[in-house]
């Protein structure tokens, strides 16, 4: 067993986020602030460390069979609403918006074991943002599990989700494109522009040069049904860094706003997101496919809707993935939930990776995962846990330096 020392994996990642950070002023501190907030904010923004601890520990990281494309950096906040590629029918009725997995930057194919034990060990650190007590989450841990087991073995996601996740898709299915630009942009009629600002950061004048050259490779990747129907509308009215996320604070990140379908409210805004090696292959090896290619064939794999317009394009030499943002983008604000609904919100969310993963499985567990192989996964949830709650704090006494 090696023995991993949190103040020297602090160190680690605050050198690794200040180089990552290096080129936009003020976002390494962002970066910072944002992980210090909780363990758990922690663990959303240092996936790559993550592994490497794994590495370090090869215990941990070995678990029961079945394999196929992974999230990568599976957790709590991985969850979310989004706008489907195809109106979904919900109950005899077409609905705008769905919940399920909204992230694969870091998607790479390997044993479900790794996303399943860091969902379980991202549930574990979220427990007080859930206002649950140890034993409490280690219940809803077991949860998490069993639904994920059965699902993965060929049981079907509930129509019935949780209050919560009923009540986030029903606030955002029909909520309007005005409340995404209104958020974002600024301006009259149909000449938006971004908010400049610590949200949308101006460009070079050379970048943005590179970024207007290669939207339009972009759009050429889109499916066919999916490009839009006439020149005006993706007229470029502004382009702006974006700054979001926590993991992917430092990778190039880039906003685009054109014409849409004009009008006061017609615009659409697209966002490019550099891609490059997943945070596993420390742990898995490089993959085969090119990066782009590996997160859009993953979201495809796994999801039974993946979301509107995925497509790619190079900025200058740089991969980036490229998606439609739409106003039904929102998340479960995990400081709010009802105590009552935390059991079936763990099963729900076991449930949904559950399904992803028989979608995009190369190999299926001939039988369930026992009882004994449960258990065995939160143990290493709970180790992995205490490390990270030790590193958190290990940063959080950095920051205060």
């Known amino acids: 067993m090696t023995p991993l020392d949190p103040n020297a994996l602090a160190r680690?990642?605050?050198?690794?986020?200040?180089?990552?950070?290096?080129?936009?002023?003020?976002?390494?501190?962002?970066?910072?602030?944002?992980?210090?907030?909780?363990?758990?904010?922690?663990?959303?923004?240092?996936?790559p460390l993550y592994y490497r601890i794994l590495q370090a520990r090869p215990e941990l990281a070995s678990g029961p069979k079945g394999k196929g494309w992974l999230t990568g950096d599976m957790h709590l906040e991985n969850f979310g609403a989004y706008r489907p590629n195809h109106d979904v029918d919900v109950d005899g009725?077409?609905?705008?918006?769905?919940?399920?997995?909204?992230?694969?930057?870091?998607?790479?194919?390997?044993?479900?074991?790794?996303?399943?034990?860091?969902?379980?060990?991202s549930l574990i650190l979220g427990g007080r943002e859930l206002g649950a007590d140890g034993v409490r989450v280690l219940e809803l841990?077991?949860?998490?599990?069993?639904?994920?087991?059965?699902?993965?073995?060929?049981?079907?996601?509930?129509?019935?989700?949780?209050?919560?996740?009923?009540?986030?898709?029903?606030?955002?299915?029909?909520?309007?494109?005005?409340?995404?630009?209104?958020?974002?942009?600024?301006?009259?009629?149909?000449r938006r522009r971004f908010l400049h600002g610590e949200r949308y950061p101006r460009l070079t004048p050379a970048l943005e040069k590179q970024v207007r050259a290669a939207f339009p490779s972009y759009v050429a990747s889109l499916h066919k049904d999916e490009r839009p129907t006439s020149p005006e509308q993706i007229e470029i009215l502004d382009v702006a860094r974006r700054v979001a996320g926590t993991g992917s604070l430092g990778c190039l990140r880039i906003a685009v706003l054109v014409q849409g379908k004009g009008g006061k409210d017609g615009q659409w805004i697209f966002d490019l997101k550099e891609q490059g090696s997943p945070s596993a292959s420390v742990l898995l090896g490089k993959p085969d496919l090119e990066p782009v290619v590996r997160v859009i064939t993953a979201a495809r794999a796994c999801l039974a809707h993946p979301p509107r317009m995925l497509g790619m394009t190079r900025v200058g030499k740089t991969p980036m993935f490229g998606?439609?943002?739409?106003?039904?983008?929102?998340?479960?604000?995990?400081?709010?939930?009802?105590?009552?609904?935390l059991s079936l919100l763990a099963a729900a969310l076991g449930s949904l990776l559950g399904r992803a993963h028989r979608h995009g499985a190369t190999k299926l567990p001939k039988k369930p995962w026992s009882d004994e192989a449960r258990a065995g996964i939160v143990d290493h949830a709970i180790t992995l846990a205490g490390l990270h709650e030790a590193i958190y704090l290990a940063i959080c006494k950095e920051v205060r330096r």
């Open 12 to 47: 680690f990642q605050l050198e690794r986020d200040r180089a990552a950070t290096r080129g936009v002023p003020g976002l390494f501190e962002h970066k910072l602030e944002r992980m210090s907030a909780s363990p758990l904010a922690f663990l959303r923004g240092a996936a």
């Open 93 to 121: 009725h077409a609905s705008h918006a769905v919940f399920d997995l909204n992230d694969f930057d870091d998607a790479v194919i390997g044993p479900f074991y790794l996303d399943v034990l860091r969902l379980t060990t």
């Open 141 to 190: 841990s077991h949860s998490l599990l069993n639904a994920y087991v059965k699902t993965l073995s060929g049981g079907k996601v509930s129509r019935v989700m949780p209050q919560s996740i009923s009540r986030l898709v029903a606030q955002v299915k029909d909520r309007p494109q005005s409340v995404l630009l209104d958020a974002r942009t600024e301006g009259e009629g149909g």
């Open 323 to 341: 998606r439609r943002l739409a106003p039904q983008e929102d998340k479960l604000d995990l400081r709010h939930l009802e105590h009552k609904d």
